[in-house]
């Protein structure tokens, strides 16, 4: 276990996709930010947080492109954020992916947290930071942002778009290329980053939502976090799986199929079906075709 912040080393897909656009060699910068290339092809990999800020923040710069962090948030698939990526475009509202990101970021990152406020007319997702943060370069946050509204529209399609996002710096990027990214509004130096919704359009139901998928993504969610921090998680989230679960998981019957809708978008993204995405996160389910 790292003795400070980690991310998962997969949410670096996009930003590896990316680079060929520019001519940059990934391997090659990774080495220059002291990752070993070879570490990010392992499932479940966590690297020190300062040295993905870092291999982020030189890929910024050899891109010599404003925009970088925005076209990588363009090329972000559910498939970087193993099963918390099922579990949100599963949602059966806007609210319940909400609180899906808020309550397993820690698996995506340590570096820093998310908290979803919902007072009156909005609902606010937005970051804290902690004592060990370690501050992102501007085009990280615009990545972060673009990939966070495109899962969600995958997830609720027009209704998931931010009414505003509100981002903690003076960017050089004119507000109309965040918009088109978006498709809301943005206001820089603020407080903090935070994307808001109108709280009544977030908590309708959706047509694609799938409680059985979502659920079944929740429990693959937190068998890694046990496996993260045995010393402290593994009791408690025994007792959760064994309360939730009560069929057999290695029963067909226990994953119900998503709509076609759901089923076309998720495959679209990931190149997987939603079957064939939770039997290869770990073989937790043996599903019959």
């Known amino acids: 276990m790292w003795n400070k912040p980690t991310a998962l080393a997969m949410t670096l897909a996009p930003l590896k996709d990316v680079l060929p656009q520019y001519g940059i060699d990934f391997s090659a910068l990774a080495r220059r930010a002291g990752i070993d290339p070879e570490l990010l092809t392992r499932p479940g990999q966590r690297l020190p947080s300062a ?4 291999l982020r923040r030189i890929a910024a710069q050899e891109s010599n492109d404003p925009l970088f962090g925005l076209r990588a948030g363009q090329l972000a698939r559910p498939g970087i954020f193993h099963a918390l990526g099922l579990g949100i475009v599963s949602s059966t ?9 808020v309550r397993y970021s820690s698996v995506v990152s340590t570096n820093g947290r998310f908290v979803l406020i919902v007072e009156g007319p909005q609902a ?7 004592e060990q943060t370690i501050v992102p370069c501007e085009r990280y946050f615009g990545a972060v942002v673009v990939t966070i ?3 969600l529209r995958l997830c609720a399609g027009p209704s998931a778009i931010p009414t505003l996002v509100t981002l903690p710096y003076q960017s050089v990027v004119p507000p109309e290329a965040y918009h088109e990214a978006l498709g809301c509004p943005v ?3 603020a407080d903090r980053f935070t994307i808001k919704f109108d709280a009544e359009l977030a908590a309708r139901p959706v047509r694609t939502g799938n409680p059985e998928l979502a659920d079944e993504a929740d429990r693959m969610a937190a068998r890694y976090i046990e496996g993260l921090a045995p010393d402290t998680a593994a009791t408690r989230v025994r007792a959760s799986l064994r309360k939730a679960s009560t069929r057999s998981p290695t029963s067909p019957s226990c994953l119900a199929l998503p709509t076609r809708a759901t089923s076309r978008a998720f495959r679209r993204w990931t190149g997987r079906t939603p079957r064939q995405f939770l039997t290869g996160q770990g073989d937790l389910l043996r599903v019959s075709a």
């Open 187 to 189: 206001e820089f130096s």
């Open 149 to 151: 509204c495109r899962i």
């Open 124 to 130: 606010n997702l937005e970051t804290r930071r902690t």
């Open 93 to 101: 509202s806007v609210l319940a992916a909400l609180r899906r990101i």
């Open 51 to 54: 040295r993905i800020q870092k």
